[in-house]
């Protein structure tokens, strides 16, 4: 079977946390998929970290690739 990040959807619409998307008390009142945030909270203060420094870098590198794709003329 892949490797499927938490949330990621099955082939049945559930994701790998067993909930079915829109299921009851996944989502609050403002429309915030809680299921993300449960997940998000079983992991280390220091995981967290490092994946959003991961994110932060890779949005730097895409902010950098468009950067560079629009300075050269057409």
């Known amino acids: 079977m892949a490797n499927r990040?938490?949330?990621a959807s099955h082939a049945d619409g559930s994701t790998?946390?067993?909930e079915a998307f829109g299921g009851p008390g996944q989502y609050d009142d403002?429309?915030?998929d809680l299921s993300l945030?449960?997940?998000n909270m079983?992991?280390?203060?220091t995981?967290?970290?490092r994946?959003?420094?991961?994110?932060?870098?890779?949005?730097l590198r895409v902010q950098a690739l468009g950067r560079g794709a629009r300075a050269k003329p057409a």
């Open 5 to 7: 990040p938490h949330g």
């Open 16 to 18: 790998s946390s067993g």
């Open 30 to 32: 403002n429309g915030v």
């Open 37 to 39: 945030i449960r997940a």
């Open 42 to 45: 079983r992991v280390a203060p």
């Open 47 to 49: 995981e967290r970290a």
């Open 51 to 59: 994946r959003a420094e991961r994110a932060r870098r890779a949005a």
